[in-house]
């Protein structure tokens, strides 16, 4: 091999097309599939850069069969040779091999021999997934969604600012969080009432992985005017669904001075610029998911960018259910907690747009949501999206200290003073919002379970790798 030529990527090269062609390029990567005759052989050779294959001609006047032999679907070399135009179709490029390296064979009991394995059958191979077209389309896509989202909040002035993993407080009060300890489980330290005594944990007292960066989030917006938070979240919810993960990445934006208006206006305008940066950044691999698994996807994603989203308060919403004559699995009332059945009827087949749903009844909020004036509801905005149901809950928020003070009362919540102090010195009308990352991924690629966005998916009685 020479030594001073650069390893250029697949997506390089193909990229440089017919720029290149003369070249001598040097490649590596791991092997798709080889095909050919006595001649000659074909090989498609796949580095991640990109979801194409570059395809490898090797001449059997230069390369012996023993010498190609160790190349079989899975194993991985290096390449140097001649990029010239594609004789075949499928390509416009290929290299002509002059030099052969193999880094690592692949036995025949490499699991991905086969093209079209299901998605189940992946998900038990999950540290090897990423090889495969459709994971790497994946999470290549989910890559460009998290570049766009800093992108989106940088260009507009937030500063990324970062919330605690290990908390003591519970921001969704839905008593969901997983417990932080070092305490010895089978011999617990208990005080004279009985009760587990925390005073001698790390801590010294009870503490948790967080639901959510918010009330640390309001603290940065109280100074900072807008910030946003990014990071992984945990939930204890014993929740088997195609839309739930115990561990997923919340993007937290929480500005000063909006109000819930303003909260809706940019909770739109920055899922559209996501879409849109995706589309204009990753056609390969969504039109490959496109044709691969839903042929409806590409026009969804166009859809979604050009249409106002409808903005209707819950108690509307509830009265289109209640009117609408269908029969739902769970009963449909003003005050209930819309299940996935309600939010997808009213934007999939009530709407056919994405719809906000706003000013929810307080009883099925979160403590820290701006009361409105009828004294029943609270300024609440979830965004419901087709096929998804919500991606994202948000709200104005409470920003006086009588008021919220009593509600922290009415519920019990304890140990809030540090967040009270955001409402009495200098409180500000201020709102925010969450967006679940992992569903927006979801909605962006097409692909129907949660647990194939995210590279090593965490959910109840699941925890590999
Ligand atoms: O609606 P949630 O619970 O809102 C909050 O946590 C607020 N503190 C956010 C805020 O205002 N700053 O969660 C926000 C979003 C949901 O809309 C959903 O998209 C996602 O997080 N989400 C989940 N995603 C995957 N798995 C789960 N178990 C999720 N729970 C919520
Ligand atoms: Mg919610």
């Known amino acids: 091999m020479e030594q001073d030529i650069r390893r250029k990527t697949v997506a390089t090269i193909l990229t440089d097309g017919d720029s290149s062609v003369g ?21 498609a050779l796949n580095d991640g850069s990109t979801i194409n294959n570059l395809q490898i001609v090797f001449d059997l006047s230069k390369f012996s069969e023993e010498q190609l032999k160790p190349i079989t679907t899975g194993s991985s070399i290096h ?3 001649i990029l010239v135009k594609s004789q075949g179709q499928g390509q416009s490029v290929e290299v002509q091999a002059q030099d052969l390296e193999i880094y690592g064979t692949a036995p025949n009991d490499y699991p991905l021999q086969k093209k079209g394995h299901t998605l189940e059958f992946l998900r038990e191979k999950a540290h090897l997934r990423p090889r495969t077209n459709t994971f790497g389309a994946v999470l290549r896509i989910r890559h460009a969604l998290a570049f766009a989202i800093h992108k989106f909040f940088n260009d507009k002035g937030f500063v990324y600012f970062h919330t605690p993993l290990i908390t003591a ?11 932080v300890t070092t305490l010895p489980l089978n011999d617990l330290p208990k005080d004279e009432e009985g009760n587990i005594d925390y005073s001698e944990d790390f801590f010294g007292k009870l503490a948790s992985l967080t639901v959510s960066g918010q009330l640390e989030g309001e603290l940065g917006a109280t100074a900072l005017g807008l910030i946003y938070t990014f990071g992984p979240t945990f939930r204890a919810e014993n929740s088997n669904t195609p839309r739930h993960l115990s561990e997923f ?4 934006p929480e500005m000063a001075f909006y109000e819930i208006a303003d909260n809706m206006d940019l909770a739109e305008e920055f899922i559209k610029y996501c879409i849109s940066y995706a589309l204009e950044n990753c056609m390969d691999d969504i039109r490959f998911l496109n044709d691969h698994f839903d042929k409806e996807l590409i026009s969804r994603l166009e859809f979604v960018i050009k249409n106002d989203f409808v903005r209707l308060p819950y108690t509307e919403g509830v009265k289109i259910l209640e009117e609408c ?4 699995e769970f009963p449909v009332y003003w005050g209930v907690d819309l299940a996935s059945e309600h939010e997808r ?7 056919k747009k994405p719809v906000i749903l706003t000013d929810y009844p307080k009883e099925i909020k979160a403590f820290y949501m701006k009361l409105n004036d009828d004294g029943k509801t609270v300024r609440a905005m979830d965004v419901l999206f087709p096929k998804i149901g919500e991606i994202i809950g948000g709200s104005q928020r409470e920003e006086n200290f009588e008021k919220l003070s009593n509600r922290i009362e009415e519920l019990g919540l304890t140990g809030m003073d540090w967040y009270m102090d955001t409402r009495k010195y200098g409180t500000v009308p201020h709102s925010g919002f969450g967006l679940g990352f992992e569903r927006l991924v979801l909605f962006v690629t097409g692909m129907q379970n949660i647990r194939d966005v995210i590279p090593f998916p965490r959910y109840p009685k699941n925890c590999e790798y």
């Open 249 to 252: 990445w919340m993007v937290e």
């Open 325 to 328: 004559g269908k029969k739902f």
């Open 79 to 81: 390449v140097q040779g």
């Open 169 to 179: 407080s519970d921001c969704e009060g839905a008593g969901a969080q997983f417990q």
């Open 23 to 43: 070249k001598t390029v040097d490649v590596k990567g791991w092997v798709r599939t080889r095909r050919g005759n006595k001649n000659v052989q074909f090989v």
């Open 345 to 351: 009827f009213l934007v999939e087949e009530h709407f």
